[in-house]
């Protein structure tokens, strides 16, 4: 399989759930990246939102769609993404992480952090998609290991697909006020990363707590940084690395995008 037919892998920052509904230019954005990227044969998304003390893949003919959150409008509890599921695709990534457990899940869905991007990416909902869970069990390094086996999967057109937020910090949010400008330490911290990335320099993201204290008030918590590992650790040799969207909610969340190939 050669470097330009290889499916490219992408970690979106996801951001506020009402992304779904909005346009704007981080969703004018993931419209783009639909366009631009080849269509996948399915999707196979690490989700933040499914951050869980166990290893599962999603294994149901037809996922439901979960409003994991509250306190929103009505109108984004009546979203459905009725993409289809795919078991075959569920029981191969559970082959290729053996020996690690991997439960053969039909109770989850796809969360919110797949579903409120693939409505702009892929709105006819017609690519199958599964989700893997994020095992809080493991460490990130572990997680980095874990997503290098799944690189095969590419070579077969499937897209490895990542959601959450570089910077992700709540307590520090300006809620209500999405254009507030970026603290410091988050653009610092997303600064440094950037370069990492485009340097393909990726030990120091898996070790992301080593990098001082403008990580650790980026990442308080690891569910919304892990996905982003799980997508550098598709990047094969002399792959390119860019970022087709940017931008900052709330002064503490980071929506940059990352794509690899």
Known sequence: MTQSSRMPALFV???NPM????RNQYT?????????????SAILCISAHW??????VTAMQQ???IHDFGGFPHELYAVAYPAPGSPELAQRVARMLAPLSVALDYSWGLDHGTWSVLTHVYP????PVIQLSIDETREAAVHYQIASRLAPLRDDGVLILGSGNMVHNLHAYAWGDHSAAAYDWALRFEGEARQLLAHGDFAP????????????????????????LYVIAQRQQHEPVSFPVAGFDGGSI???SVRIG
């Open 13 to 15: 920052g996801h951001g």
């Open 19 to 22: 992304n779904a509904l909005a």
């Open 28 to 40: 004018d954005g993931w419209r783009q990246l639909g366009r631009s990227l080849p269509k996948p």
């Open 51 to 56: 951050y869980v003390p166990s290893l599962a």
């Open 63 to 65: 996922p439901r769609t």
């Open 124 to 127: 006819d909902a017609e690519i």
């Open 205 to 228: 993201l898996v070790d992301y707590e080593s990098l001082g204290p403008d990580a650790l008030l980026s990442a308080p918590t690891p569910d919304h940084y892990l996905p982003l």
């Open 254 to 256: 980071s929506m940059l």
